[in-house]
């Protein structure tokens, strides 16, 4: 979900000032808000015949479709690795734009998903993203690059 206008930006940052009022995250300031979501229930593309039950060329045993998950806790946790990968991937294209982020994903969200109806779609929310340009008040001055010596070891 993008959130750009001024009242969903409001109904997001209720959640989060009320979960985390000494936040360092300056989210209420972001001229966009993403909530990275994951699919919930046991609703999934497979079951709507949006998918195929097994990928051409591969065994029937590794179906397209995600597997029936014992739990619902078990589903969302399997359901989040993708999400933070996307996370990573929005998060290194705002740097290449030299965009400010603002990553939250310690909020309430049972909160959100109700703030939002998200659960009533299938839903749920996992991560936050505030994004927008770099203000000279901002607490913390954007990051320089580090040499690349101090994270990477080249073989």
Not at 63 to 72: F, K, S
Not at 108 to 130: N, P
Request: proline share 7%; aromatic share 4%; charged share 15%.
């Amino acid at each position: 979900m993008v959130a750009s206008s001024q009242d969903a930006k409001r109904r997001i940052n209720a959640v989060v000032s009320g979960a985390l009022p000494f936040a360092p995250c300056q989210l209420h300031k972001a001229s966009h808000i993403v909530v990275l979501c994951a699919r919930t229930g046991q609703r999934r593309a497979a079951d709507d015949g949006a998918l195929p039950t097994a990928v051409p060329g591969h065994h029937a045993e590794y179906p397209a479709a995600p597997r029936e998950h014992a739990t619902e806790q078990a589903a969302l946790a399997g359901a989040s690795h993708p999400i933070y990968m996307a996370l990573g991937a929005l998060l290194l294209g705002a740097a290449t734009l030299n965009l400010a982020t603002c990553t939250v994903d310690d909020f309430d969200a049972d909160w959100l998903d109700a703030e939002l109806g998200l659960a009533e779609r299938g839903w749920r929310s996992v991560v936050m993203v505030g994004l927008g340009q770099h203000a000279a008040s901002d607490i913390e001055p954007p990051s320089l690059p580090l040499p690349t010596e101090l994270f990477m070891t080249r073989l």
